[in-house]
């Protein structure tokens, strides 16, 4: 739930301590969400590598942690002997 009174150049205003305390969040925990926002997600490498191995086989759907582990693992072996 978002409200805000946007204006004609596309800005939103509004008070800051409203939004906060009605989505039940500190001021510090919304200004560092702003803070990172715009940056990449950390993990997204590990993320695009084991959907690339779930992508490849129907099989690889039923995957948990461990199989995907040693997936990677031995992905990362194959690839680096090359």
């Not at 800005?11 to 009605?22: A, E, Q, V």
């Not at 969040?25 to 200004?31: D, G, L, T």
């Amino acid at each position: 739930m978002y409200i805000a009174i946007r204006t004609d150049d596309g800005r939103n205003i509004g008070k800051i301590s409203f939004y906060c305390s009605t989505l039940q969040v500190s001021r510090q925990a919304f200004y560092d969400y702003l803070e990172r926002k715009g940056k990449p997600w950390k993990y997204q490498p590990l993320a695009d590598a084991m959907l690339k191995i779930h992508d490849e086989d129907e099989e690889n759907a039923d995957y948990g942690r461990v199989r995907m582990y040693q997936a990677l693992k031995y992905r990362k072996e194959v690839c680096s002997s090359r």
